[in-house]
């Protein structure tokens, strides 16, 4: 960040140190580009933030050809396929078989937020933790500015070139964006999951995705001494219903397999938290100078493991985007929204597929359960329609026209 007459100035300020804007920062950085990242929660909080932990190849390959891949290569665990219960039984998706090798990674996305913020500062990047305030002007000018106060109370402002909006679903870029030029596509799911990290080691060497008359279980892990599994609940469910035992108890429940001698491993409790599901699409992710990347143009439910894939990818796509328009060429800019809406309707599309297949929607009556234990039985009879699955779930290129 430079000073000039006193006044603050970057080439791109980005809002939110996410995956999204700490990757961003990065990428224009090896591009010899300078941004300032502002971030409403602490370092601490944003390192801790439990959430996904399925990458997919590219975006494996993402980290590994920008230089942040040294622990992800070391810890990182690469799985091969996932299971799918139902009816009382569990089987296996090999993908490697079925995509011609493609494999996803399991390393936690705190990590990747540690690793990202340990690079950012390693090499000068500027990111302000524990801000207020945020907001965004001038968006149609070519120097918009973001405003926001610092964590001892004074107030900045910062001119740009361009403004990044990485500030999540509930960030201020979006709504900045005036309402009569963006089109949303939503749907709310009605159920949630109550998500736990457990200090035990998996029951699984693989994850196990588990369709249940009680509802949806997933089976997942951070390495192989912590896991992380989830319940299907209501979406107006208080996590203080829910005490260790009657979530170890309701978990056994759900991935049982009588006769089998397999069992789930119990362990002490280390973070619990409940996450609404819900599919939304605002498009385009461009107005004038502000670009939004990851969850603040588009949310996922968790079923399909792609929200921070899609983030990851958008600002894959964002980097040389920007670094064209700062040379003055507006054709990638151009056309940044369309190079995303491809992959994330894609990506959309299958997260809906696997999640309306898995879950139990309340009230539904004996026909929707025959026909998701019919699309289930199809998924793992057919090679066809495992390969589907497959191809989607191991991830689509950063790219991915909307009519391909
Ligand atoms: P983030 O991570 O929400 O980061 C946005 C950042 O912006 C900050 N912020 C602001 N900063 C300054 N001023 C403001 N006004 C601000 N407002 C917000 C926030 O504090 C935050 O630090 O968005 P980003 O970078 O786009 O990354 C997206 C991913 O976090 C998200 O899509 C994934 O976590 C989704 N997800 C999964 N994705 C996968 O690819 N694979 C998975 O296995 C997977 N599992 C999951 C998930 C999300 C989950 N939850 C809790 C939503 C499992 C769960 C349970
Ligand atoms: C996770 O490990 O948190 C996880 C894995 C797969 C999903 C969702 C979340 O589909």
Redesign the pocket.
């Known amino acids: 960040m430079k000073r000039t007459n006193g006044a603050m100035r970057t080439q791109v300020g980005i809002?939110?140190?996410?995956?999204?804007?700490l990757l961003l920062s990065h990428l224009l950085a090896l591009r010899g580009i300078d941004s300032v990242v502002?971030?409403?929660?602490s370092r601490a909080y944003?390192e801790a933030r439990?959430?996904?932990?399925?990458?997919e190849d590219g975006s494996v390959r993402l980290l590994r050809e920008s230089g942040l891949s040294g622990r992800l290569d070391r810890e990182g665990l690469e799985h091969g396929g996932i299971y799918l219960q139902f009816d009382g039984e569990r089987h296996h998706l090999d993908f490697r078989a079925l995509t011609g090798g493609r494999t996803v990674t399991v390393y936690a996305?705190t990590e990747i937020v540690k690793d990202l913020i340990a690079q950012r500062l390693a090499d000068g990047g500027v990111v302000h933790f524990d801000?207020s305030d945020?907001a965004v002007d001038r968006l149609t000018s070519d120097r918009p500015v973001l405003r926001?106060t610092d964590a001892g109370g004074s107030k900045h402002e910062i001119t740009c070139d361009v403004i990044a909006g990485?500030?999540?679903?509930?960030?201020?870029c979006r709504p900045s964006i005036p309402a009569d030029l963006s089109t949303v596509r939503e749907r709310e799911y009605p159920y949630a999951?109550l998500?736990i990290l457990a200090d035990v080691p998996p029951s699984t060497d693989e994850l196990i995705y588990a369709h249940h008359r009680n509802g949806f279980a997933l089976h997942?892990l951070r390495s192989l001494t912590v896991s992380r599994l989830?319940l299907q609940v209501d979406p107006d469910e208080a996590v203080d219903n829910w005490p260790d035992q009657r979530i170890w108890d309701e978990l056994a429940r759900r991935f049982e397999l009588p006769g089998s001698g397999w069992e789930l491993r119990q362990g002490p409790v280390l973070d619990r938290?409940i996450?609404p599901m819900r599919s939304f699409v605002s498009a385009p992710m461009r107005y004038g100078r502000l670009f939004l990347?990851?969850?603040?143009a588009h949310?996922v439910p968790?079923t399909g493991?792609?929200?921070?894939?899609?983030?990851m990818a958008d600002v894959d796509v964002l980097a040389p985007t920007l670094e064209a328009l700062l040379k003055g060429d507006e054709r990638l800019a151009d056309s940044y929204s369309a190079a995303c809406l491809g992959r994330v309707w894609r990506a959309t599309h299958f997260s809906w597929w696997m999640t309306t297949m898995l879950h139990q929607t309340p009230g539904a009556d004996a026909m929707e359960a025959e026909l998701q234990l019919s699309q289930l039985r199809y998924v793992i009879s057919s090679r066809a329609a495992a390969t589907s699955l497959a191809e989607n779930y191991t991830g689509y290129p950063a790219r991915l026209a909307a009519a391909g």
């Open positions: 809002v939110g140190a996410g995956p999204a804007g502002v971030e409403n929660r944003c439990q959430r996904a932990g399925v990458l996305q801000v945020t926001y990485c500030d999540g679903f509930h960030g201020v999951w998500g997942s989830y938290g996450t990347a990851g969850d603040a949310i968790p493991a792609k929200g921070l894939n899609l983030a």
